[in-house]
């Protein structure tokens, strides 16, 4: 009897098509008809009951087959998901969406299953590809790439566990050769005879905290020395938000007692800056200081700039790029304001010199004092192959050193997710990208202009002027202000606005409520507050000032409503 042939191959072609036309006319809808109506940003309380009742839980013993599943995905599992986060006036958590160029290559990826794993230089020009995005992501964020080296990791997350996991590195061979252990080496040798590790934190993502926790360090050993200010009671709502915006900047002094401390203890620290805060898209303007003290004190600098790296493509933030330069690493993510699909994320570390690929990314993820598995080594290159074209010997010379991929990350073999990362960078180019940004910070900027402006609404950040685009060095406050997040609550004084505890989950349900806009809760300096996030690339491009009229008349329905609930 012949075994039989698994179930999908059984289906002609033809079902597999029929399933990759209606994605296509899915996409088309995206696309052409971006409309909350027919992309909602929540699913309909419909859709989601009926996924949580016709949705198989059980593993059947004679699959369903394609064109079976495909009802399954595009009719039962489809609707219950949440298209418009994908849209114009999706403005929760900071999320992105995907441009054209990137769904296209996201797809060929799935298609053809194209990984980055062993470095085949003779096989696939997966590594090279990688390799470019890289350079071209440093390039598009004016960073030299002889200094830095990364790689394209799933998220910053992870960049940030990688990062740490770097840092601890770095800073505990420090720690252990002043101990007198010279050859002493935390991937080799792990965590038994280590010193602690300290990192310090103003106000960080609370994946530094979950990172710490992975790679030893300890959540309890993130330490937070934002500056405190305390205020009046009869404190103006400017003094406010000036005081609790200070805790976004370390206590420089505290610090240095704390750095100088641990190098005398002979134990580790690590600093990280955080260069666009999720809150108030607040971009730190401290990193050279920090840089000096950690030089100081032989602490490792990480910044991580998951979304606010872009800032420097903004005029008058370019100093954002001279202060990125100065880490040990940076994080950023490629699935936030580069709009490229879940998932994609950076990290970049300083290579260990100008004409070394290598840095301490590779002693961690590398096979160090081992050897590589057999299975997995590179194979051996080949004699007698060299071209007689000097530009392509010179080529396959480079692409036969680049180091390999697998070495370089948590994951052996990944998603060949830098394509659509590729795709962007080539289908937009700088001037692309630039403009994507400054329409994200324009549409941001404007969007707070108007909540300061109505009686109902009190934005939660300090003011301040316009960038002053003569001046180079960072502005405080716009510098640090002027990005792509807007915090804002309901007015306390104003009676007849959203009351009580309105200003964070009751209003950000209000106003996802309308359907026309999304936003998200938040708690900013013990207040109950909204947060708005502009990342897609395509706010603010449709006809006629849509996305803002329509982002603006929501508010002030929620407001309406809430105005003639409190006189009923
Ligand atoms: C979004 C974000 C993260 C987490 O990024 P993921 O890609 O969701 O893992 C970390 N830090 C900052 C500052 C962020 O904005």
Redesign the pocket.
Known sequence: MTPPCPIEALEPFEAFSAALAELSRLAEARFTTPTPREQPFVAPAAALDRALVVLPDELPEHGLGLSRTTRVLLDDVAPALNPGQAGSRYFGF?TGGVLPSAAVADQLVTILDANVQVHLPTETVATLVEVHALKLTLSLLSLPVQRWTGTVTT????S?VLALACGRDAVLKRAMAARGHADWDMAEDGLADAPAVTVYVALP?A?IKKAAAIVGIGRARVVDLGQRVSVADSATAEQLARARAAALDFDLDALEVRLAADSAAKQGAIVVV?M???NTGALAAQTPALRQLCDRYGAWLHI?A??GAFASLVPGFEWVAEHLNLADSI?S?A??QLNVPYDC?LLFVQRHSPTAHHSPLDELCGPGRGSAPAYLAAPPKEEGEGSTDPVLAARREYLGALPSPLFRNIENSRRFRALPLYAVLLSQGREGFRELVLRNVAFARRLEAWLRAEPCFDVLTPQCDAPKPDVSGPQPWCGAWGYTIVLFAASSEAPTCFRGEGGGARLAQAIKDTQLVYMSATVWGGQRAVRAAISNWSTGTGSEDLDFTVTTEALRTVMRKAASSAVA
């Open positions: 900071v998220g910053a997350t992870s940030n993502h994946s955080g666009s805060e999720v991580d998951a979304f994080t993510d699935h936030k994320g």
